[in-house]
């Protein structure tokens, strides 16, 4: 069983920036596939950004504007948001993905096993 849980939310203002850090449990967290969902009020969780062996992997929406990076001697994965704007508001989750690997895209939820609580992040205008 795999915990994950992030931190690093808040209130910000348009243009603003944010750094979330998800921590995780387990022994082979390197070997974790990890990805960054978000999931605004009234709509569907969609995924954000997505960082394993093969490299990282980003929603055209966020794409220059957020860094997906991890800490495997911390086993933390962080997302750092800048140029933040009002849209981006959402409970943001992290999700892990273990081995063997789900055969699903990074961007499908379908493809993580492992899900933390979220962490709201609030843009204003």
């Known amino acids: 069983q795999v915990q994950l849980v992030e931190s690093g939310g808040g209130l910000v203002q348009a243009g603003g920036s944010l750094r979330l850090s998800c921590a995780a449990s387990g022994r082979t967290f390197s070997s974790y596939t990890l990805g960054w969902f978000r999931q605004a009020p009234g709509m569907e969780r969609e995924f954000v950004a997505a960082?394993?062996?093969?490299?990282?992997y980003y929603a055209d929406l966020v794409k220059g504007r957020f860094t997906i990076s991890r800490d495997n001697a911390k086993n933390t994965v962080y997302l750092q948001m800048n140029s933040l704007k009002p849209e981006d508001t959402a409970v943001y989750y992290c999700?892990?993905?273990?081995?063997?690997?789900?055969?699903?895209?990074?961007?499908?939820?379908?493809?993580?096993?492992?899900w933390g609580q979220g962490t709201q992040v609030t843009v204003s205008s």
């Open positions: 999700a892990a993905d273990l081995p063997p690997y789900d055969s699903a895209w990074y961007d499908s939820r379908n493809k993580y096993d492992y």
């Open positions: 960082i394993s062996w093969t490299g990282s």
